[in-house]
């Protein structure tokens, strides 16, 4: 709603009946996006990306993470910092959060039934979501949906989520393991874990935040940081995932420091699914498109559609390694 809109006949100044008309305007543009959100859900707006995680040896795809995107009817694709927030504020991450979960299973569904042996789909679980006392049902639904004996579908949860509310996590964690479902701590370094703790969690991975890669190899803090949990996930037993590789210098150096596996823009940025799928048939190595990720003469980051556009004009050209 316009400023304007918002100040009916008589009323003038920053206030309408004693409340700041910058409230209003909020609750009313809130209150609209909320509808819109839900009207979203209903009318199969929303729709996954796939960005892949690489094996840090030889950049075979070794999964991938399912990225949630809003097709906006008019304002076009919205990326989930600007309405994550709000779906949680209102409560539909709860039902946005079991699409997501059921959406990714009925693609790995139909990557099996086209012959590609399917890397796991790692999916964002939100806080509340993995609160909620059906999540576990929930998600054992969605593995049904496979239907091949095996899991398929891993999920993320953000390190300060599980330190918030840590014996009821393990207890959580536990159960989902048993499903064959691998647990990532998302965002790690950024959460304040206690060192004890995470030797308790019941997880298989961590990922290491972007704001320590992105300086690994210019600050040397950030290197101690990085290499330090690399080292101490080995110690304890976990996988290492580097977030938002971007350069081909932080490639080397992570893997110098033995970091496991690496998910950026150097590899791919998130595409559709039907792009995904392309890659996957394709059984080719993903470092090879590195080059496709950033524009080299002005060196500038490029969108996400601009960046699919460019692989499959690559994709003639590509032989895997
Ligand atoms: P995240 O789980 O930490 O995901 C990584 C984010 O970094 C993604 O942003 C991804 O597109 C972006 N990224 C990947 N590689 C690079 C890189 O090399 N450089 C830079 N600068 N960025 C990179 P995106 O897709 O906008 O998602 C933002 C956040 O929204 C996610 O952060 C996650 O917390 C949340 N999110 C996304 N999908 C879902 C979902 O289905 N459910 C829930 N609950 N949260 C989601
Ligand atoms: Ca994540
Ligand atoms: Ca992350």
């Known amino acids: ?17 004693g409340v700041p008309v910058n409230a209003v305007i909020d609750t009313s543009e809130r209150n609209k996006t909320i509808e819109e959100l839900r009207r979203a859900l209903d009318e199969h707006q929303f729709m996954l990306h796939y960005q892949p995680k690489v094996n840090s040896r030889d950049g075979r795809i070794v999964g991938v993470e399912a990225l949630i995107r809003w097709n906006h009817p008019h304002r076009g694709v919205i990326y989930p910092a600007h309405f ?17 979960l059921k959406q990714a299973a009925t693609d790995y569904r139909s990557w099996m039934h086209q012959g590609i042996t399917p890397p796991r789909i790692a999916v964002n679980v939100s806080p509340q979501q993995l609160r909620h006392k059906d999540f576990i049902a929930e998600l054992e639904g969605a593995l049904r949906i496979n239907n091949v004996g095996h899991a398929g579908l891993d999920i993320e949860i953000t390190e300060s989520v599980l330190m918030a509310d840590l014996e009821d996590c393990i207890e959580k964690l536990a159960s989902i393991r048993e499903l064959g479902v691998r647990v990532a701590i998302d965002d790690f370094g950024t959460g304040y874990s206690s060192l004890r703790y995470l030797a308790r969690l019941p997880v298989d991975t961590l990922k290491v935040d972007q704001s320590f890669i992105s300086m690994v190899t210019e600050s040397p803090n950030d290197l101690a940081i990085v290499s330090g949990i690399i080292v101490l996930a080995h110690g304890l037993n976990l996988d290492v995932v580097a977030e938002g590789v971007e350069t081909a210098e932080q490639h080397k150096f992570l893997r110098l420091l033995r970091c ?7 590899f791919s940025k ?16 993903i470092t090879a498109q590195a080059h496709v990720a950033s524009d080299s003469q002005s060196n500038r980051t490029i969108s996400e559609p601009e960046f699919c556009e460019r692989r499959l004009a690559a994709q003639e050209t590509w032989s895997p390694k």
């Open 260 to 266: 496991d596996q690496m998910q950026g823009y150097l």
């Open 270 to 285: 998130p595409i559709a699914k039907a792009m995904m799928e392309q890659i996957l048939k394709s059984g080719a190595n």
């Open 84 to 100: 994550i927030p709000l779906l949680e504020e209102c409560g539909l991450i709860i039902a946005v959060g079991s699409w997501v």
């Open 1 to 17: 709603m316009e400023l304007g809109a918002a100040r009916g006949p008589g009323q003038t100044g920053d206030h309408l009946a």
